[in-house]
């Protein structure tokens, strides 16, 4: 490199006279053509751009043809052999500069394309004053000399400008820089890296860690993941600097991954400095995500170099021949500096009104410092030292979406400097903040440092000791109050210990059941208590409702609260449910409020569920609840608000169907007053919460606050000031009147005036969970009622007395402060009602209604359970052996059994597989149904059981589950005689003139018995016995039964009425051996042959054995083949 220097400086005087005369006779001769020419050097890598000189005049053409530069001509001169040397070649590309400045003379230099050839050509072209396009590499001195001109948007310079400026928009000033210099050319990677750091370093910005991976490393996400976990303790913020696209970061993300930072704390920057047309993303495979890539990715910052994305991009990347992206990439930029060398040549010339101006070099250079000029793919800007600034797009990977979401804005500004110059910079105009990361933006460095030098240790430890010191003395104050407040409730009349409340289930509780819960309507089995929170329990020895919340927080009862209770405990009246207290524990034990338990339910319960309801409809309520018994409610409600009112409580402040209790007098009493005021405040503070989340009012509820009352609570959820309930003494009691009419109108008409259902919630959406969870009631719901109160016009309304229904219209739609008090409603209501002054008679005459529909009842459902019963007995005896039927109906084990004797028989249909085949399922079942009705006859008129049918096939055994002594044989013979006696003459139904045919095989001797399984007991057989009567029938012949030896020998011996034959050279069991079989004739008065087909009787020979047709073929066991019918 020094030599080619010293010999160019030595050749400079050579040359000076010659090219001095040279030059002017050129111009004179392109003066006096009126066109003059400009000679452009091209020094160009020819393994990328392999037809460069004939690309750049095309170019000119086409740039030109747009009046661009017109009055010029331009001779591009190259060298088609050297351009881009390396090892002992570096320096061609300097080397061919000079030679085209000096032999050529040309004014403009676009290359050299050699990083290693840029230092010395920049220095030359501001030596020569001409100017020079640098649009490929990158070499440090791009920011030192303005003589070159950087065109490339992939430039260490460009990279880092937009990397300040993002690092800068989120507020961070350190990094850690990845890099691979062995992965490229190391010489580039250093000089790009030097470019990175001075850039950043001009912006107060700071590299605290920079790591050179090795290829080796880059290959193993493990081994990197090691390096990251060494690092992580002085970084935060990483950017590898090393990739082209996001497919060259996935083993640095993976690595990530596996070192397990937190997310929280490192953000990872990647960098796409060019891809084709669009972004490519490693997780995606068409509209599929790999989720696995994708979770590497996740949480990433992404910037991307979009410039070249442009539609005029796009369609000029379609016309080039090279599809590489990185060729496709130098054909882009060199037609850029192609269009800014003609368009500033131009604007040159007419600035200075010299058409030689493009000799001038360093003119047209200042011309290009902060520059903007529309370029062909989209505006160019130039910063002061000419070098190109192009926003890139920054993007940030979303865990669950499958595309990044955009980030940051970057945008090119300009701003005057120092010296009235406008300078030209990027800037961020605008940020996501729907970006999960912006919920918490990690810091780029620990608050006190990587090593913890910016933290005075000394005056934080006595900080943090004097904050602790405080902290403890706090807690043990607060300790100390919370134990004298807990000793003062624990004192308290209302006060009860968990010890003294027990579940109902804890005691014999069938004594408690109401009539309510008769019905499936009481306490203990609504669905709408379940809801509220209800339990059935035992305060000591006295049945009790509580009202179970659960707890997040110690309870604290200040001097207003414990009046309350008091107030509460001491109450009486005989409208008014007894207050029994509270119990509260430690957190998480639950809050308990006991109150007295209603023995029939509530009136919710009683009047106002829909199976209350049905029953009303269809005339099968238990008791009719006529006008006298609805007048009696509505009295004794009133009575129980009057009393209220004029009490020290003032109001009831919660007062709905399902707080009116209705004890075994039939008397109803008010229950749950008071108690809302602490609940509302307790639960707004997120000291209880109700069971599964739900509102503490509910659904079903709501209808009963007025609108003016759900506002209150609305409002006190987002201030937390009680005043903004409203619950004065006059609002309370309006309140109260408010409600009472709804119940007075769902009372008359049996019917609820808005049927929410709580176990229909309308789901809320994941942002608005916490907002739910300390609402007192489900706005959604509320949204579904009826805007405004009317009474219906139905036939139910109509038999209501007019005065009871605008006492009803004026408690639920006169404005606050004019509704009715209840002075005056029961005043209305006592005489539109007529009510009665006792409902003992009334009560009398209901319970003999009752008592008479309750034996009616009982009765059918008596009759029906022994229907019932008798039925699956019969059933069960079917299945099973009569006698182990009855021991298992009483619960009792059925022991396996040893039989000494007892008699098998199995039969098969003769190829009744290929009949079904050839028949439908109906006619198969029409075909046996028949068949086996009459084989069951023929088997209990023998006193047989049938073990199992399988398909076709019986299992009939003689002597279980009763022992026979030898009359087991002969029943089992008749059984196998009487069904062939049946087939021959059962015609198959679908198939007329057709018959069936069977084989029969028996055997006696010992089995054992026993009953298998539980849910579906089997009474099965066992022994060697039955596995040989198996294979007498599966080697059978069709419409013959066969018997072992020992069964013939017993048949004929204890009954001789029975004809047997030897069969023709016996039989050949495997596993047994060669056995003497006999076939089964018949008895003397019917002894028949079997396969004669006129049904004669046959004589027998003088030897006394009957003749029989030839013996065919063995039958095997498959039981499908053979002949299966006979026609007549």
Known sequence: MKFLACSVKKRRKAFALCGGALVALLGWITVAQGVHEVRVGLVVDHDKLADGKTFFERSVSEIQSRNTAKEYSFRVLTDEKRGCGVDRQQGDGAFVAANLYFRQKITSLFGPMCHSDLEITGRLSNQWNIIQFNFWRDHHMDIDLQTVVQMSTSSAVNFAVNLATLLNSLNWNKIALFTCEKCD????????????????????????????????????????????????????????????????????????????????????????????????????NGDQVNETVKESFDRSIVMVNEYYHSPKAVEFIRTLSAQDPVKALGYLQLYESIHVDLTMLEKASNASGQPEIFRNGSFIRGMMRNLEVEGPFGPIYLDSNTQRLSPFAVYYVEPKIARPVPFVTIRVETFDAHTGEELVNLGSVGVNSNVSLMADIPPDMPTCGF?????????????????????????????????????????????????????????????????????????????NDAVRFRELVMADVVPAVCEVYGTKDRIVFDKTDMMLLYQMKQIVHENLNVFIGLV????????????????????????????????????????????????????????????????????????????????????????????YKMLYKWKNNSIVQTNG?????????????????????????????????GLTEKNGQQYDMYSFGMILYEILTLRKWSNLDDFRDTPTEPSNTSEEENSFFNESAEAQLPKQFAVSNDEETKEIHPDLLGIITKCVNSPMGQKPNAENAKKIIDSALKTPPSLVDQMLSNMEQYTTHLEQLVSERTKQLMEAMEHSTALLREMLPAQVADELRKGNRVAPKYYKQASILYSDIVGFTSMCSESTPMEVVTLLGGLFKKFDQIIADNDCYKVETIGDAYMIASGIPIEKKVENVRDIALVGLGMRDFLRHYEIPHRP?????????????????????????????????????????????????????????????????????????????????????????????????????????????????????????????????GPMTQTL
Not at 602 to 610: A, C, D, G, Q, R
Not at 1013 to 1032: D, H, K
């Open 693 to 725: 989340g739900r509102p503490l009012i509910p659904n079903a509820d709501i209808h009963y606050y007025s609108p003016e009352r759900r506002m209150g609570l609305r409002q006190f959820v987002q201030t937390n000031r009680f005043e903004s309930l």
């Open 584 to 675: 509260t524990g430690k957190v998480p034990e639950p809050l308990k409020v006991v109150w007295s338990c209603g023995y029939r339910g509530t009136i919710e319960n009683l009047l106002l569920s829909k199976k209350t309801q049905e029953a009303e409809s269809g005339g099968g309520a238990i008791m009719p609840m006529d006008d006298s018994i609805k007048g009696a409610f509505v009295r004794d409600i009133l009575k129980g608000l009057i009393y209220l009112h004029t009490s020290p409580l003032q109001y009831h402040g919660a007062l709905c169907p399902a707080q009116c209790f209705v004890d075994q007098y039939w008397v109803v009493k008010l229950s749950g007053f008071g108690v």
């Open 185 to 284: 050319d190391e010489d580039l990677t250093q000089n790009r890296l030097q470019i990175v750091r001075r850039v950043l370093d001009s912006r107060g910005m700071q590299i605290v860690q920079k790591c050179d991976l090795t290829p080796q490393q880059m290959a193993q996400p493990g081994v990197l993941a090691d390096i990251l976990n060494k690092t992580k303790l002085q970084m935060r913020i990483m950017v590898p600097f090393f990739g082209r696209d996001l497919t060259h970061y996935g083993t640095f993300v993976e690595a990530v991954k596996i070192s397990k930072l937190d997310p929280e704390q490192y953000v990872t920057i990647l960098t796409v400095f060019y891809d084709k047309v669009n972004i490519t993303l490693p997780w995606m």
């Open 993 to 1121: 003139g057709n018959f069936l045919q069977c084989r029969w095989g028996i055997n006696t001797g010992p089995v054992f018995t026993g009953v298998i399984g539980t849910s579906a007991p089997r009474y099965c057989v066992f022994g060697a016995t039955a596995s040989l009567a198996a294979q007498m029938e599966s080697m059978g012949m069709p419409g013959h039964i066969q018997m072992a030896f020992a069964t013939n020998q017993l048949l004929t011996n204890r009954f001789p009425e029975f004809r047997t034959q030897p069969r023709q050279g016996g039989l050949t069991v495997q596993g047994v051996g060669h056995l003497l079989t006999y076939w089964l004739l018949g008895r003397i008065d019917a002894l028949v042959d079997p396969s004669d087909e006129d049904l004669t009787l046959r004589k027998p020979l003088e030897n006394g054995i009957i003749p029989l047709g030839p013996e065919t073929e063995r039958r095997p066991t498959s039981r499908i083949d």
């Open 451 to 527: 090593n913890n030098e910016l933290c005075d240790q000394s005056g934080t430890i006595i900080v943090i000791a004097s904050v602790m010191a405080f902290v403890v003395a706090s807690i043990i104050m607060f300790i100390i109050f919370r134990k004298i407040k807990t000793g003062e409730a624990k004192n308290m009349p209302w006060a009860l210990p968990a010890s003294s409340i027990r579940n109902q289930c804890d005691r014999n509780g069938s004594s408690m059941l109401s009539m309510g819960s008769v019905q499936n309507k009481g306490f203990s089995q609504s669905a």
